[in-house]
Nanobody, 121 residues
Framework: QVQLVESGGGLVQPGGSLRLSCAAS????????MGWYRQAPGKQRELVAT???????IYADSVKGRFTISRDTAKNMVYLQMNSLKAEDTAVYYC???????????????WGQGTQVTVSS
């Protein structure tokens, strides 16, 4: 069974920083992509950043220049460094991975349980 577990959320003042981490575990053959989405109250879930194996990161326009996604392929982990946080960054942040688990031949997408990020003074 595959699991994604996020950590690192919390309360931070505007202009502050947070670092989110996500670990993928279980019987995994290969991870093709890992990324972060977020969902604010009353809004749809949206892409924040994603990174494929050996590929360029993709960022939402709203976070370019402030957030940095990185990946440790050896540890099956993905990170999101968030700087210059704004109130509008407040949301539940979800880790997402496109991977091939044992016994499956196609890429399957998994989600973490989410971690709350609140930016407020």
């Amino acid at each position: 069974q595959v699991q994604l577990v996020e950590s690192g959320g919390g309360l931070v003042q505007p202009g502050g920083s947070l670092r989110l981490s996500c670990a993928a575990s279980g019987r995994i053959v290969r991870i093709d992509s890992m990324g972060w989405y977020r969902q604010a109250p009353g809004k749809q879930r949206e892409l924040v950043a994603t990174i494929g194996t050996g590929g360029r990161p993709i960022y939402a326009d709203s976070v370019k220049g402030r957030f940095t996604i990185s990946r440790d392929t050896a540890k099956n982990m993905v990170y999101l460094q968030m700087n210059s946080l704004k109130a509008e960054d407040t949301a539940v942040y979800y880790c997402n991975a496109g991977l091939i688990p044992w016994g499956v031949v196609v890429t399957t997408f998994y989600w973490g349980q989410g971690t709350q990020v609140t930016v407020s003074s």
